[in-house]
């Protein structure tokens, strides 16, 4: 899903929270490749958001990356 882009997301933080929520929603609807994007998106916006860190390595193991 693309995320829109508007003034609140001037930050990298942010834009990177709402691909956070993103993908724990679209994890929660089981689409899990799909929360894995959101989750690497939020990532790469801001590498030191340690609930995003701990996401990607929770659904890695679910997914046996």
């Known amino acids: 899903m693309h995320i829109g882009h508007n003034h609140d997301d001037i930050d990298p933080e942010s834009l990177a929270l709402r691909h956070y929520g993103e993908g724990i ?3 929660s609807l089981g689409n899990f ?3 894995l994007n959101e989750y ?4 790469v916006l801001d590498p030191k ?3 995003v860190q701990n996401k990607l390595i929770s ?3 679910k997914l046996s990356l």
Not at 40 to 43: E, F, G, T
């Open 59 to 61: 659904l890695g193991q």
């Open 40 to 43: 690497m998106m939020a990532n």
């Open 49 to 51: 958001l340690v609930a």
């Open 33 to 35: 490749s799909e929360a």
């Open 25 to 27: 929603y679209q994890e």
